[in-house]
């Protein structure tokens, strides 16, 4: 069967010693769930974050509905902390499924990561355009497929902006230094430009290897009831998981993007997803936007939400497959490990 959302009522600590185990949303019992229903708005264009710097006007809408959803009340569940908490609870123990009385509810290591994440974005995305009214609002995407957004994102940099974040490892998030695809703790001793070779490469053969068997890409099968499997998760968020690390501090709880519970607080969580979600959309139109998995285990999974209405709404991974049904779609960039990598 698929994998339905918990019961709220039942959020309790988190395994998430960064946040003393707290990160459960405030629970309201008159809460309803409605459907979802999706939009109708103007096709939003994701842009690449390394080109936003030029687009003043862009950036300060960015900066702007930032501010706004970390000025909001604590407990409102657009509050920036909030929105933090929902990857936490879902990654970090807070709920049991349905059910079950100790399998934990996790959006990683299987076919559910991407469309979790790629919904969490969306309803951000649009609780943001919300915050400053603006319904063709877009959160950029780190353009780490390319040379030229292979170091981290210079709007994130800047220390008076509500989009930064102290709690990152120095070394590699200022000085253009080169982001390494593989990075695992430990410092790659190449050259920037083979660094940059070999993550092109990387990405290539990531693609060319999964293009015909979608769990090599996006994940393996989990059904209701089934615990995670660590070992299962498919290439792209193995690929995902480098720039978390080399993100986050060095030590400690690796705060805040090395961890689960605290990767959302940076703001370059988003923006780092942006293109993860934007390589599975890459990879579905490659393979002539076939689906994934026929399986309704998967097609019928389904997440909770609240939208940018305020209300809480269900979604199901059927109804997220084709990002232009959530009104938004990406700026085409070339795409260097596509053919020939020189
Ligand atoms: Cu839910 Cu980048 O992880």
Redesign the pocket.
């Known amino acids: 069967a698929p994998i339905m959302p918990p019961d709220l009522s039942t959020c309790h600590p988190a395994t998430a010693p960064a946040l003393d185990n707290k990160c459960c949303p405030p629970y309201d019992p008159s809460e309803t769930i409605s459907e979802y229903g999706f939009p109708a708005t103007p096709l939003r264009v994701r842009r690449p974050a390394h080109l936003m710097k030029d687009d003043q006007e862009h950036l300060d809408k960015y900066k702007e509905a930032v501010r706004r959803m970390k000025n909001l009340p604590a407990e409102h569940p657009w509050n920036y902390y909030q929105q933090a908490n929902i ?1 936490c609870q ?2 970090n123990d807070a709920y049991f499924q349905q059910n079950t009385n100790d399998v934990p509810v996790q ?2 290591f299987s076919w559910i ?1 991407l469309p ?2 790629r919904y ?1 974005l969306h309803f951000y995305e649009r609780i943001l355009g919300k915050l400053i009214e603006d319904d063709t609002f877009t959160i950029p995407f780190w353009n780490w497929d390319t040379k030229e957004g292979m170091t981290f994102p210079a709007i994130f940099q800047d220390v008076s902006s509500p989009l930064y974040d102290p709690k990152r490892d120095q070394r590699h998030v200022t000085g253009g230094k080169i982001l390494d695809l593989k990075y695992a703790y430990t410092e790659n001793p190449a050259s920037d430009s083979e660094i940059i070779r070999e993550n092109l490469c990387f990405i290539q053969k990531t693609f060319k290897h999964s293009q015909s068997l979608a769990e090599l890409f996006m994940g393996d099968p989990v059904r209701a009831g089934e615990k995670e499997n660590q070992e299962a998760n498919g290439q792209l968020e193995v690929i ?2 480098a720039t ?1 690390a080399w993100v986050g501090e060095p030590d400690g709880y690796k705060e805040n993007m090395g961890d ?1 519970s605290t ?2 607080r940076d703001s370059v ?1 988003y923006c ?2 942006c293109n ?1 979600d934007r390589m599975w959309d890459i990879y579905r139109n490659l393979r002539g936007n076939q689906v994934e998995f026929e399986d309704n285990d998967w097609l019928d999974s389904t997440f909770l939400f609240h939208d940018e209405n305020e209300q809480l709404v269900k979604v199901k991974i059927g109804d997220c497959l084709n990002p232009t049904k959530l009104r938004y779609t990406f700026e085409q960039v070339p795409l260097p490990w596509l053919g020939k990598i020189n």
């Open positions: 990857h879902y990654c959006v990683h990561f979790w994440h969490y995902h998981n978390h689960f990767a959302a969580f780092h997803h993860v």
